[in-house]
């Protein structure tokens, strides 16, 4: 059977650059610690990706702290800085690793499309003067909404408040220039980008200074401690920088033709799906579908079974499909249990996404049988 693979937020294909950007350095046999020659071509090898990404990003060398992955460096910015005596303020939508990276945090509400209430935001910094920490991704894994981060930053610098955006769908789908600008603290993932699994980075500007939570070596500036996973880090860079000169090439516009070409065909076929957060500006590479009636595991098993893979929220729940606490925080209800994720990747083509509609129309039809 011809597989369809739609969720490339959980993970996306593994670009050609960070294919060969890890596949060299894994021919590396020093610890970059060491000062032998070995380790010295090691270490080259990690400050030419640190540099590479740096410079993909328009931030001093300096600024990125390299980790294992998204889940870390969103961690090492919220507990990292919460540990300072900073009160944590999150938008209810955060992926799980930001919401629940520190206990007490204040959750600030959405609207009906996940757009994050700017007046609601300022009323919280506005109760309490002291030092604070705003978390707002820049765009969300469920739904692709696209949060004010600049305006946020605005309001921020206006109480004292630090600002920490999770970016790790942006890249090759959003423009990072004014995300960077508007950050304290920016965390990636490799693989979201379509570098290979086991690194990410947090870009930490200005005068801030998380606490490390992983200790020990002193590596990352003391601020992540542990030998750092070389190859992944190869890749991630590579991946980034040819993410952001793909979108630059027309990629993302590829990518929200297909999008559109999904909702049209979905609209003369299958009437009764909802596109959620359509009023709202969304990634160009993700449609979240409800399909009144039909749970969501149901969908993504059916679909899965027609040669499809799709996903409902996060696929970081161990395996599991629950009611998604961005939709609920949407105030859509039952709707929270019967939405799926369509996430097109770099490699989508418009038999990917006709592959896609066929088999979400039979699914429905199915479905509408069964009920009747």
Known sequence: MRRTYLDANASEPLRPEARAALTAALGLL???????????????????????LAGTLGVRPEAVVLTAGGTEANALAVAGLAAGGRRVLVSATEHDCVRRA??????????????????ALGEALA????????????????????????????????FGALLHVDAVQGPGRLPLDEAVAAADT?????????????????????????LALIRGGGQERGLRAGTEPLPAIAGLAAAVEAAEAWRRDGGAERLGALKARIVAGLGAAVPAARVLSAAAETLPNTLCLALP?????????????????????????????????????????????EAIRVSLPWTATEADADAFLAAYAAMAARLARHAA
């Open 186 to 210: 920016l965390a990636l993932s490799g693989h979201k980008a379509g570098g290979p699994k086991g690194a990410g980075a947090l870009v930490v500007q200005g005068d801030v200074h998380p």
């Open 30 to 52: 020093g610890n970059p610690s060491s000062v032998h020659r070995e380790g010295r071509a090691a270490r080259r090898c990690l400050e030419d990706a640190r540099e590479r």
């Open 102 to 119: 520190v206990a007490g945090a204040v959750t600030v509400p959405v609207d009906g499309n996940g757009v994050v209430s700017l007046a």
């Open 293 to 337: 009636g039909a749970a969501a595991a149901t969908q993504v098993m059916a679909l899965d079974l027609a040669g499809v893979a799709v996903s409902a929220g996060a696929a970081c729940s161990s395996g599991k499909v629950g009611r998604s606490h961005v939709l609920e925080a949407m105030g859509l209800g039952a709707v929270a249990g």
């Open 127 to 158: 109760d309490d003067p002291g030092p604070a920490l705003v978390c707002l991704m820049l765009a969300n894994n469920e739904t692709g909404t696209v949060q004010p981060v600049t305006e946020a930053a605005v309001l921020c610098r206006r």
